[in-house]
């Protein structure tokens, strides 16, 4: 079509000027007709630009699909039987899939494993109360993918919808479905929260293997059970914790417009948006290369999401959502800081442990549990204390109760309370 509009823009061309040169040199009395070929050459540009531009919009998409299906190389006849044997239906959205895949994929990915995740999202998809609700962008987005970031990809989304499908028949919305999931399917699983899972960024089968996986495991897990029953889900975190406390990995859910979180296997009841580390995710700096919080889509962006794990891997790409976390934690008011508590057993190991906390000039305790292993690393039981204050806390270990003072310095600190030693008794004479 660019070629065709070409040659005729040549022609006109040539012909209008020879008639404007005519007109102006020869033949004196033409002055009309020299003005009428001006404006229609004017107007014929004016056409063929807006044509060109129509034409390469329409070409465009196939430039990309070509560029992937170039790139992928000796798997190119793969992608393309995906292609002409996905339903029609299905084929704008797999076109997109492939033009928004990874490097990695578009040079492994079968035929046989697209034509299936196709087929099996859209059936999901379109059999929920809530399809009306999300538009095709974020189904793209965040249901139809097969992965979340590196991990290994499993053959996952057949077996979870029928897994977790029943689970949410009488779910009306994407969040109460993702509330459902994230209360039922670590149960079902038997997959726990464990630092002594195999790697982090494991598959969904991986973690069911071993029966433990990182936040980032758990994470990948719930978000492939939302996706396999049409909730749209993503992977959400940040490379590092502003207070240098490490890294953290939860899910968003898209429901009525907007993105809400939730911890993956830490369900808050059927609530989203509440979670223990919402006030640390107050303090995510926008724009900072670790201290950020980054939501992972599979649009092509400039930004991606850094991997800990892997840190010369660019293939994940990600948003920064840290402005949304920012203005989401209540503010603290002014002389009061967030004090962290975590209690070691003899071992080295978190316990699980009652605390009492008195702060010296005040009536009333507070009073807290501190976590154990089943929790993220990062988890710690939060009070809201004077700055600069000392607290007595009163630790009821197994063995008995401890108490001791500790000075209140500084927002997020963090006290960490040692099991004491086991008394030895003297024997009998």
Same mark, same amino acid.
């Given at each position: 079509?660019?070629k065709e509009q070409a040659?005729?823009l040549?022609?006109? !061309?040539?012909?209008?000027? %020879?008639?404007? *040169?005519?007109?102006?040199y020869?033949?004196?009395g033409? @002055?009309? $007709?020299v003005? &009428?070929?001006?404006?229609m050459?004017?107007?014929?540009m004016?056409?063929?630009m807006?044509?060109?531009?129509?034409?390469?919009a329409?070409t465009s998409?196939?430039?990309?699909?070509?560029?992937?299906l170039?790139?992928?190389g000796?798997?190119?006849?793969?992608?393309?039987?995906?292609?002409a044997? !996905?339903p029609?239906?299905? %084929?704008?959205? *797999?076109?997109?899939?492939?033009?928004?895949?990874p490097? @990695?994929d $578009?040079?492994? &990915?079968?035929?046989?494993?697209?034509?299936?995740?196709?087929?099996?999202?859209?059936?999901?998809?379109?059999s929920?109360p809530?399809?009306?609700?999300?538009?095709?962008?974020?189904?793209?987005?965040?249901?139809?993918?097969?992965a979340?970031?590196?991990?290994?990809?499993?053959d996952?989304?057949r077996?979870?919808?029928?897994?977790?499908s029943p *689970?949410?028949?009488?779910a009306?919305?994407?969040?109460? @479905?993702?509330a459902i999931?994230?209360?039922a399917?670590?149960?079902?699983?038997?997959?726990?929260y464990?630092?002594?899972?195999?790697?982090?960024d494991?598959?969904?089968?991986?973690?069911?293997?071993?029966?433990m996986?990182?936040?980032t495991?758990?994470?990948i897990?719930?978000?492939d059970?939302?996706?396999?029953v049409?909730v749209?889900?993503?992977?959400?975190?940040?490379? *590092?914790?502003s207070?240098?406390?490490?890294?953290?990995?939860w899910?968003?859910?898209y429901d009525?417009g907007q993105w809400?979180?939730t911890?993956a296997?830490?369900p808050?009841?059927?609530?989203?948006?509440?979670?223990w580390f919402?006030s640390?995710a107050s303090?995510?700096?926008?724009?900072?290369?670790?201290?950020a919080?980054?939501?992972?889509?599979?649009?092509k962006?400039?930004?991606?999401?850094p991997?800990?794990?892997?840190?010369?891997?660019?293939?994940?790409?990600?948003?920064?959502?840290?402005g949304?976390?920012a203005?989401?934690d209540?503010?603290?008011?002014?002389?009061m800081?967030?004090?962290?508590?975590?209690t070691?057993?003899?071992k080295?190991a978190r316990?699980?442990?009652p605390?009492h906390?008195?702060?010296?000039?005040e009536d009333?305790v507070?009073?807290?549990?501190?976590r154990?292993?089943?929790?993220d690393?990062?988890d710690?039981?939060?009070?809201?204390?004077?700055?600069?204050?000392?607290?007595?806390?009163?630790a009821?270990w197994?063995?008995g109760m401890?108490t001791a003072?500790?000075l209140?310095?500084?927002?997020?600190?963090?006290?960490?309370l040692?099991?004491?030693?086991?008394?030895i008794?003297?024997?009998?004479?």
């Amino acid at each position: 079509m660019l070629k065709e509009q070409a040659e005729f823009l040549g022609f006109f !061309v040539v012909v209008s000027k %020879r008639i404007i *040169l005519c007109g102006r040199y020869w033949r004196p009395g033409c @002055a009309d $007709l020299v003005d &009428m070929m001006q404006i229609m050459f004017k107007l014929i540009m004016l056409i063929w630009m807006l044509q060109s531009a129509a034409a390469y919009a329409s070409t465009s998409g196939a430039d990309q699909l070509e560029a992937s299906l170039v790139r992928s190389g000796y798997n190119r006849v793969e992608l393309e039987r995906a292609l002409a044997s !996905v339903p029609t239906g299905q %084929r704008a959205d *797999l076109v997109w899939l492939i033009e928004h895949m990874p490097g @990695a994929d $578009l040079v492994s &990915m079968n035929a046989n494993a697209l034509i299936e995740n196709s087929i099996v999202a859209h059936q999901a998809f379109d059999s929920a109360p809530w399809r009306d609700r999300v538009p095709l962008e974020i189904y793209r987005d965040a249901v139809l993918p097969y992965a979340c970031i590196n991990e290994k990809r499993d053959d996952w989304r057949r077996d979870f919808n029928r897994r977790f499908s029943p *689970l949410v028949t009488e779910a009306r919305s994407t969040s109460e @479905a993702a509330a459902i999931l994230n209360n039922a399917i670590f149960k079902e699983l038997e997959v726990v929260y464990s630092t002594k899972r195999p790697r982090a960024d494991q598959s969904p089968l991986e973690s069911i293997e071993a029966g433990m996986a990182s936040c980032t495991g758990l994470s990948i897990l719930l978000i492939d059970a939302c996706r396999s029953v049409g909730v749209p889900a993503r992977f959400v975190g940040t490379p *590092l914790w502003s207070d240098g406390s490490g890294n953290h990995s939860w899910v968003e859910i898209y429901d009525s417009g907007q993105w809400h979180y939730t911890g993956a296997a830490e369900p808050v009841g059927d609530e989203l948006d509440k979670a223990w580390f919402a006030s640390r995710a107050s303090d995510a700096q926008e724009g900072h290369p670790s201290h950020a919080i980054l939501a992972v889509t599979w649009r092509k962006v400039p930004l991606w999401f850094p991997l800990p794990w892997s840190p010369e891997d660019q293939s994940v790409r990600a948003v920064d959502v840290s402005g949304r976390y920012a203005s989401a934690d209540s503010p603290i008011e002014d002389g009061m800081v967030r004090v962290r508590f975590r209690t070691i057993d003899r071992k080295g190991a978190r316990l699980s442990v009652p605390l009492h906390v008195h702060v010296d000039g005040e009536d009333g305790v507070r009073k807290g549990t501190t976590r154990d292993d089943r929790f993220d690393t990062n988890d710690h039981l939060e009070m809201i204390l004077p700055e600069n204050s000392v607290v007595k806390v009163d630790a009821i270990w197994p063995s008995g109760m401890q108490t001791a003072d500790h000075l209140v310095q500084q927002d997020q600190q963090l006290i960490t309370l040692r099991e004491p030693p086991m008394q030895i008794r003297p024997s009998d004479p």
